[in-house]
T-cell receptor, first 115, second 113 residues
């Protein structure tokens, strides 16, 4: 069964701390994504990656960075956490094959609270 | 640009009632359309999809038809159950050198016994 695993389900951090959110997929997918989910706003794309060591900004990249050193792992980094980054963070992956429609496979989410 | 608009919730229904959640989209070209569902405490999972005009996606009693003329992809179920209580997201995806998915804001459904 396909699986996307996010390392932490719940985190509480203080303003100014550096935060790492880890995501691992076991499906050999090329594409990986980080979204944040906020009530009334749906899911907004932070960063995505089409390949190892490759990254592209999504719609709301400010205050975030990412790392993809291995195909199966995609990390989201908050260099200096702020209270407005309190949110649910969702990692997803998808396969790149001809005819693929871009279906996403999601992890269970990481709920981050910044105090 | 591309966007997805879905009806605001929450939607509260009694068990066995008929469900419709409206979704309209704006996109250039020919996107694929999806409904994802998020059960409490979980991530999103694909419920159904349609890849071209007039396609009907279906799963677990839910259906949605890709209507290009009205740019809509409304979700329907004839008889909801308490276990259908969840948040439902309409989404579109286009291959622009790599897929990017645009989501609607989500509609929370409560089903009462």
């Amino acid at each position: 069964d396909v699986k996307v695993t996010q390392s932490s389900r719940y985190l509480v951090k203080r303003t100014g701390e550096k935060v790492f959110l880890e995501c691992v997929q076991d499906m050999d997918h090329e594409n990986m994504f980080w979204y944040r989910q906020d009530p009334g706003l749906g899911l907004r794309l932070i960063y995505f990656s089409y390949d190892v060591k490759m990254k592209e900004k999504g719609d709301i990249p400010e205050g975030y960075s990412v790392s993809r050193e291995k195909k199966e792992r995609f990390s989201l980094i908050l260099e200096s956490a702020s209270t407005n980054q309190t949110s649910m963070y969702l990692c997803a992956s998808s396969l790149v094959v001809q005819g693929n429609t871009g279906e996403l496979f999601f992890g269970e989410g990481s709920r981050l609270t910044v105090l | 640009g591309n966007s997805v608009t879905q009806m605001e919730g929450p939607v509260t229904l009694s068990e066995e009632a008929f469900l419709t959640i409206n979704c309209t989209y704006t996109a250039t070209g020919y996107p694929s359309l999806f409904w994802y569902v998020q059960y409490p405490g979980e991530g999103l999972q694909l419920l159904l999809k349609a890849t071209k005009a007039d396609d009907k996606g279906s799963n677990k009693g839910f259906e949605a038809t890709y209507r290009k003329e009205t740019t809509s992809f409304h979700l329907e179920k004839g008889s909801v159950q308490v276990s259908d209580s969840a948040v439902y997201f309409c989404a579109l995806s286009r291959n622009t050198g790599g897929f990017k998915t645009i989501f609607g804001a989500g509609t929370r459904l409560f089903v009462k016994a």
